[in-house]
T-cell receptor, first 115, second 116 residues
Framework: AQTVTQSQPEMSVQEAETVTLSCTYD???????LFWYKQPPSRQMILVIR??????QNATENRFSVNFQKAAKSFSLKISDSQLGDAAMYFC????????????FGAGTRLTVKP | KAGVTQTPRYLIKTRGQQVTLSCSPI?????VSWYQQTPGQGLQFLFE???????NKGNFPGRFSGRQFSNSRSEMNVSTLELGDSALYLC???????????????FGSGTRLTVV
């Protein structure tokens, strides 16, 4: 079974600085999808960025980018120019394209942004 | 375009009672998944429905059940509530189920269930 590990329960960053959140996963599949979700205090999970495993190019969405290392099974999220609104829980998630393709989530990293 | 709507937002129930939570997916989304979120266990998959059929089920007891209607709206039911069922229940919709895993989910704001 696929598992997702986020080893940093909490992180903090100064406003306007850059922070990297770590995520590793375990799978025997060669094709899959990876996601980062943000959950602010409003509770709604918001998709931040997605990566397709068969694409070597790292995904980028404005200030958010990933460092996808398929061989190492690592999928870190980099937030540049951090803003106060980035403060939230961040979840890394894995989804298989095959049967039983429910999304597996890591335990989450709570990000604090200091003004 | 309306998002995923979950009702109610908050619910307080007594042990032994049953509860029904509702989720209306984004228009056109036919897949609805349910997750339980707790501080100790994180996000755990409950089940997924696609075109009124349960496609996948997580490792939860039979007290947890769900269904999906022809308009893709979904309900989940928990019978004989236990204190440990207190959690945030999140519903997520996606455009397709099998074959469309890359689309990811759009989540609702959840229902906070407290069992006393």
């Amino acid at each position: 079974a696929q598992t997702v590990t986020q080893s940093q329960p909490e992180m903090s960053v100064q406003e306007a600085e850059t922070v990297t959140l770590s995520c590793t996963y375990d799978t025997s599949e060669s094709d899959y999808y990876l996601f980062w979700y943000k959950q602010p205090p409003s509770r709604q999970m918001i998709l931040v960025i997605r990566q397709e495993a068969y694409k070597q190019q790292n995904a980028t969405e404005n200030r958010f980018s990933v460092n996808f290392q398929k061989a190492a099974k690592s999928f870190s999220l980099k937030i540049s120019d951090s803003q106060l609104g980035d403060a939230a829980m961040y979840f890394c998630a894995y989804r298989s394209p095959y049967n039983n393709n429910d999304m597996r989530f890591g335990a989450g990293t709570r990000l604090t942004v200091k003004p | 375009k309306a998002g995923v709507t979950q009702t109610p937002r908050y619910l307080i129930k007594t042990r032994g009672q049953q509860v029904t939570l509702s989720c209306s997916p984004i228009s056109g989304h036919r897949s609805v998944s349910w997750y339980q979120q707790t501080p100790g266990q994180g996000l755990q998959f409950l089940f997924e429905y696609f075109s009124e059929t349960q496609r996948n089920k997580g490792n939860f007891p039979g007290r947890f059940s769900g269904r999906q209607f022809s308009n893709s709206r979904s309900e989940m039911n928990v019978s004989t509530l236990e204190l440990g069922d207190s959690a945030l229940y999140l519903c997520a919709s996606s455009l397709v189920a099998t074959g469309g895993a890359g689309y990811g989910y759009t989540f609702g704001s959840g229902t906070r269930l407290t069992v006393v």
